[in-house]
């Protein structure tokens, strides 16, 4: 534990209790500490069944709330808030009061992404938004993925995400819409929510694609994707769509693909620069 400069970084997700998947966790990490040299870094869970399945596991995991109240009892002054999450939902959301929230310890309150309070809490709390906050996001995350994208024509690569009940929900539209004028054969679904797989089926059939790669818009390989995109079951999406195309299935998080994690750690210096703001 390094307390140079009473800095830190708290990267905060859902949460995953698929240890393989777990593992894409660790490549954001090394590119964090390698980018921020000797500032401690910190994991925090916001799922509560995760973290509980994790605990009877011998392998505890903060809640957001416990993790900064961690850091400030140890005396860090200054921590930089990195959301990991894919768009700003509720997820986002309930983080930025969990900050505002620790924010009113001392003191009056500041605007979510940078407070300033007095000595019974921190001196600097600042919050990086998530993957896709801004419209230069949706183009970084186009670009991010061209390796992926098949050279063959008559070959799809379906970006499959979580899919989201919250109002922000018409990100994954919005991304869509921006990778079919990017690309050819690139189109985006959800799981939950709109675009779903009746509409990616649609679009498909609109072209003459004979092959389709499924590939998890989501930071980690974890259940959703093993099951309902990858699954045996005849509803997963392999199962629906191998009746048409030829299917394959790249089970490769956005935390594996380098310039996603680029993307991450550009929020999170902008959040760490203001911890030196008076």
Not at 58 to 69: N, R
Not at 109 to 123: C, M, N, P, R, W
Not at 213 to 239: C, Q, V, Y
Request: charged share 20%.
């Amino acid at each position: 534990m390094s307390l140079a400069n009473n800095k830190a970084i708290l990267l905060v997700t859902f949460g995953t209790n698929v240890e393989k998947a777990a593992a894409s966790f660790y490549l954001l990490e090394k590119k964090v500490r390698e980018t921020f040299p000797g500032v401690e870094v910190r994991w925090a869970y916001t799922a509560k069944t995760i973290r509980a399945a994790l605990a009877q596991k011998g392998q505890p995991v903060d809640s957001p709330i416990t993790a900064l109240a961690k850091l400030q009892d140890e005396g860090y002054t200054r921590v930089a808030v990195q959301s990991i999450h894919i768009l700003p939902g509720q997820e986002f959301y309930d983080l930025v009061n969990v900050v505002d929230n620790m924010s009113r310890f001392h003191g009056s309150a500041g605007k979510h992404f940078q407070s300033k309070i007095g000595k019974f809490g921190f001196e600097k709390l600042t919050l990086g938004t998530p993957l896709l906050y801004n419209f230069t996001d949706y183009q970084a995350v186009a670009t991010a993925i061209k390796p992926l994208v098949p050279e063959d024509p008559q070959h799809a690569l379906v970006l499959v995400g979580h899919g989201s009940g919250h109002h922000t929900f018409c990100v994954y539209g919005c991304l869509n819409d921006l990778l079919r004028h990017t690309y050819a054969n690139v189109l985006l679904g959800t799981i939950e929510g709109y675009p779903s797989l009746t509409e990616v089926q649609a679009d498909l059939a609109r072209h003459s694609f004979t092959k389709v790669t499924l590939l998890p818009f989501m930071n980690i390989a974890g259940d959703h994707a093993i099951n309902d995109l990858a699954g045996p079951e005849p509803d997963s999406w392999r199962s629906e769509l191998a009746a048409n195309y030829q299917i394959t299935i790249n089970l490769c998080g956005l935390l594996d693909i380098e310039e996603i994690v680029d993307i991450y750690i550009s929020h999170l210096a902008q959040a760490f620069g203001k911890l030196d703001e008076h």
